[in-house]
């Protein structure tokens, strides 16, 4: 699975996807976990955080967190994972 990157949009941006099972990445907001939870349709938002033009890190977060925070890394755009095609 390879993303490829626009190398001419070097700033911070966030998408927002579903939280999958066995994720363990801490909130950056409010330091908790960020859940899977096979009831819910947990939403988190993955921010690529950019320094001066440079890649710096990957931030994560509950979607409701990143709202209260006033959407630091700009407003995020749906992943559409179209590659998933499971029935049943
Ligand atoms: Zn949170």
């Known amino acids: 699975m390879t993303t490829i990157v626009s190398s001419s ?3 911070s ?3 927002q996807r579903r939280v ?5 990445v801490i909130c950056t907001a409010c330091d908790q976990q ?3 939870a096979a009831k ?6 993955i921010a ?20 209260e925070a ?7 755009s749906e992943q559409v994972l179209s590659s998933r095609s499971r029935k049943s």
């Open 70 to 76: 006033g959407a630091p890394h700009g407003t995020p």
């Open 20 to 24: 999958e099972a066995g994720s363990s």
């Open 48 to 67: 690529n955080v950019y320094l001066a033009g440079r890649w710096d890190r990957v931030e994560h977060y509950h979607a409701e967190c990143y709202e």
């Open 9 to 11: 949009e070097l700033t």
């Open 40 to 45: 819910q349709n947990r939403q988190q938002v």
């Open 34 to 36: 960020v859940k899977f």
């Open 13 to 15: 941006r966030a998408v």
